[in-house]
């Protein structure tokens, strides 16, 4: 492979690698483990190695060539990115948040590889203003070598030319501190990425009502409703248990205590049943008319994963959701 090759090639490899794995993971195929390890590339390493490669586009140097650039050879390279990639992401995030673009996998995932696409060019340029035998280049059989550099005192003619070349014993136990450091994140984020999403399954509860424009929110309630009527509010159930469920439901209407603190009354003013596959939302308007009028009224929506007992209260439903409400006599 010939030397202007191999001074870009950790470049091609970069977007290539960023191509994949934003393919892999905005498609959701099933790369199993893969799938795993391309997201740690994307969010720790990728970003922040195109930003050191345009920072620092030079090899590093060696004990002889003191009169070098400043360089950073392929471990400290290496280490450098993982920190860079953990303050470059969040700011990406917080960039497609404040533009309105939202903190969803999409616009994130579309910053991430922008940042990867444009850094590369910058990195690509600023290698070629160098002279061809001082560009960076990925050098076989060096790993060893980088990382002996990188844990071992050096002398100060090779730390003028490379920053994280420790001199004395406190600049070494510091670089072993962020080796460390770096490879208890990667492993952190690993274990995050593989841990069983099965403890994490839950249904939500929550009511809708209807706005101007048609559109079910769940803001602007309605609160003051007609004790002859149905209540106009649409009962909304996510599931995200991992599998099909069959739900049921109850409303009651309490009559609460002058300040508020107590039930004094309860009745039963309807129910339903809903099976929801996983991943979805059922949206149900149940038949509840009020029995009772008056102030200090509260409707509330009991909703169980499975049969509803006997006697239904909020302290053995699965989930539970309320809204304060006045019933005109």
Not at 50 to 59: D, Q
Not at 148 to 175: C, H, I, M, V, W
Request: charged content about 20%.
């Amino acid at each position: 492979m010939g030397n202007g090759f191999r001074s870009f090639a950790d470049l091609v490899l970069v977007l290539l690698l960023g191509a994949v794995a934003a393919w892999a993971i905005a498609t959701d195929v099933g790369f199993g483990p893969l799938r795993v390890l391309f997201g740690i590339a994307m969010v720790l390493f990728l970003p922040g190695y195109v930003l050191a490669a345009t920072l620092y586009p030079g090899r590093a140097a060696t004990e002889r060539d003191a009169d070098r650039a400043r360089a950073l050879d392929g471990l400290e390279r290496a280490v450098l990115s993982v920190l860079l990639s953990v303050c470059v992401v969040p700011l990406l995030a917080f960039a497609a948040d404040v533009t309105g673009l939202g903190v969803s996998r999409e616009p994130v995932l579309g910053l991430v590889v922008a940042w990867i696409g444009v850094f590369a060019v910058a990195a690509t340029v600023a290698r070629l203003r160098l002279p061809a035998d001082r560009q960076f280049r990925v050098e076989g059989g060096g790993s060893l070598a980088a990382v002996d550099g990188f844990l071992r005192k050096q002398s100060a003619s090779l730390r003028s030319t490379s920053p994280f070349a420790p001199q004395n014993d406190a600049e070494l136990l510091l670089n072993a501190l962020v080796a460390a450091g770096v490879l208890l994140l990667v492993a952190s984020v690993g274990f995050t990425a593989v841990a069983d999403p099965g403890n994490e399954s839950f249904t939500e509860l929550y009511l809708l009502s209807e706005n101007e424009d048609g559109e079910l929110v769940a803001e602007g309630f309605e609160t003051e409703y007609a004790g002859d009527e149905s209540v106009p509010v649409t009962v909304a159930v996510e599931n995200h248990e991992g599998e099909r469920v069959e739900y049921a439901g109850v409303v009651t209407l309490q009559r609460l205590s002058p300040n508020g603190t107590t039930v004094e009354t309860e009745d039963e003013i309807g129910r339903f049943e809903a099976t929801v596959p996983d991943g979805e939302t059922e949206r149900i308007e149940p038949e509840s008319t009020p029995s009772m009028t008056g102030e200090n009224l509260r409707l509330q929506v009991l909703l169980y994963d499975g049969e509803v007992p006997d006697e239904p209260s909020a302290d053995d439903a699965y989930r539970t959701v309320h809204l304060d409400v006045t019933v005109e006599g």
